[in-house]
């Protein structure tokens, strides 16, 4: 059974830095591209950044751009640094996993962990 575990969020102020992980198990990953997206109460879940399969290569969503950074630990790790977080960046975020990058991107992504919720207080 493939289960992406994210982990990382939690509560902090305006301008704080918060760093996401995300761990699968249940098969490896080392061939797919991994990803993160976010969603907001009401809103369509929106995508934050992805990675290659070999790292090589990242993507990133406008609201992320120069201030998140994606990373890959190893074939089945996955990590976001988020700096400089604002109040708009509260959200859960969700890793996801699994098929090239495009279609990561396009939150067609085989696996989705469950979520970890990250607070952005003024």
């Known amino acids: 059974q493939v289960q992406l575990v994210e982990s990382g969020g939690g509560l902090v102020q305006a301008g704080d830095s918060l760093r996401l992980a995300c761990v699968a198990s249940?098969?490896?990953?080392?061939?797919?591209?991994m990803g993160w997206f976010r969603r907001t109460p009401g809103k369509e879940r929106k995508f934050v950044a992805a990675?290659?399969?070999?790292?090589?290569?990242t993507y990133y969503g406008d609201s992320a751009r120069g201030r998140f950074t994606i990373s890959r630990d190893n074939e089945n790790t996955v990590s976001l640094q988020m700096n400089s977080l604002k109040e708009w960046d509260t959200a859960i975020y969700y890793c996801?996993?699994?098929?090239?990058?495009?279609?990561?991107?396009?939150?067609?992504?085989?696996?989705w962990g469950q979520g970890t919720q990250v607070i952005v207080s003024s």
């Open positions: 990675i290659t399969a070999s790292g090589g290569s």
């Open positions: 996801a996993a699994g098929g090239e990058v495009a279609k990561v991107i396009r939150g067609e992504a085989d696996y």
């Open positions: 249940g098969r490896t990953f080392g061939s797919s591209a």
